[in-house]
């Protein structure tokens, strides 16, 4: 008991011993630059504001050699992120996310009952899908100048819906028309072409995604005016994830049946697991921070 407690004690002494040392400084008008206990941060992706810069002195339009995504393997672009002081040493973190999409795609083709190749009919592709990315942390702050280091560690989750598709199709199957003319899409909802078709897609919808993260972190924030900084941090941590089942059902002309029908299948693929182990942001990206 008395090792296990002379232990607790050292660790603690260690870990104050690092989180000291994150003093205030002030510009040649006296205004603080670092940020204080009770304060906000929010962030944003640096990169675009750089590329701009990049591409106006440079007079180039292909500055983008770093990367876009702050979380390599763990969260994808468009996750909102922020701070709250706790005190002048420590904060606590938060990333957020909450995209949906919902896209209309719309086509037309001849229609097959009618004789002018001017009537046509319309065919419908409606596609949905959503992301959510939620993170806490806690950081440790340290440094005497304008450059300031930072460390840590958070815990993430993500959920992404799987894509879900809807077809319908201006043409219909029928004893005369066992192959009507309908669309070819591809994956992003361009119309390909068009033509008879046996067999047509119906729906799809996508297995979920659920997965959760465990993160450390370290990384440097340099102030470049009060209250604003520019930062980038390395990673190291494990990410579990598992995706649902998804399903698609087709349609097809069954002539062997009494009068003929239009006929139904569906497909099912099995579901999956996920295990990533790994390192973050070697591809250099950078984020703005600002305090208030």
Not at 18 to 37: C, L, R, T
Not at 230 to 254: A, H, L, P, Q
Request: with cysteine; charged share 15%; hydrophobic share 40%.
């Amino acid at each position: 008991m008395r090792k296990i407690l002379s232990l607790s004690l050292a660790l603690i002494a260690v870990s104050a011993s690092f989180a000291q040392g994150n003093e205030q400084i002030q510009n040649k008008n006296g205004v603080d630059i670092m940020p204080v206990a009770g304060e906000f941060a929010v962030g944003m992706n640096a990169l675009p504001v750089m590329a701009y810069l990049g591409n106006v002195f440079g007079l180039t339009g292909s500055n983008n050699s770093l990367a876009g995504n702050k979380f390599v393997n763990y969260f994808a672009s468009n996750t909102l992120f922020g701070k709250y002081m706790l005190s002048n040493d420590n904060a606590v973190r938060a990333h957020f996310r909450m995209g949906q999409y919902n896209n209309t795609y719309r086509n037309d083709v001849f229609n097959d009952t009618e004789n002018d190749p001017l009537e046509m009919v319309e065919d419908l592709l409606v596609t949905r899908s959503s992301f959510y990315n939620i993170g806490v942390g806690y950081e440790w702050r340290r440094g005497t100048t304008r450059l300031r280091g930072i460390y840590g560690g958070e815990l993430m989750y993500q959920f992404v819906r799987g894509d879900k598709a809807d077809y319908t199709y201006g043409n219909t199957f029928g004893n005369g028309n066992p192959a009507p003319t309908a669309t070819t899409w591809n994956a992003g909802g361009v119309a390909i072409g068009e033509g008879p078709l046996a067999e047509r897609m119906l729906s799809v919808d996508g297995g979920n995604y659920n997965g959760v993260g465990l993160r450390a972190f370290v990384g440097v924030e340099y102030y470049i005016a009060p209250k604003i900084c520019i930062g980038t941090e390395f990673g190291y941590g494990m990410t579990i994830g598992k995706i649902g089942e998804s399903s698609s059902k087709v349609e097809y002309w069954d002539p062997t049946a009494e009068g003929g029908v239009i006929t139904f299948r569906d497909v099912t693929t099995s579901s999956a697991n996920s295990f990533i182990l790994d390192t973050d942001n070697f591809g250099g990206s950078l984020y703005l921070m600002f305090y208030f």
